[in-house]
């Protein structure tokens, strides 16, 4: 069976209000117990803002996101599943939840 990752891409800024985040945040957890059952669940998290990252190049050491952009890295939930398929099936699952402007990438662990 082959890892992917479901990465979760948000809008720069605060996240929404409890009364829409809550309703949302119980679903994506029900999706987990889901994937956890299925066998599919290796692990997931939520990232702190983009504005907390640390970037090195060069070794040289910014502090901020690694690009500049209009949306960033929110979380991530690792996977196991037998094939691309399975991997967006889980994926288009997680998306009817967070529904956009949140996006989810699908993408292969090496």
């Not at 987990?32 to 190049?57: D, I, K, Q, Y």
Request: glycine share 8%; net charge negative; proline share 11%.
């Amino acid at each position: 069976m082959r890892q992917y990752l479901l990465s979760v891409y948000q809008p720069d800024g605060d996240p929404p209000p409890p009364e829409i985040l809550d309703p949302i945040m119980a679903e994506l957890g029900k999706l987990n117990e889901e994937m956890r059952a299925a066998g599919a669940w290796v692990f997931a998290c939520g990232l702190h803002p983009a504005s907390t990252a640390t970037v090195l190049r060069d070794q040289v050491m910014t502090d901020g996101p690694f690009t500049e952009g209009k949306e960033h890295l929110g979380g991530f939930t690792v996977i196991n599943a037998p094939d691309l398929d399975a991997a967006l099936d889980w994926g288009r699952r997680m998306s009817a939840i967070l529904r956009p402007p949140l996006s989810i990438e699908v993408r292969p662990v090496v």
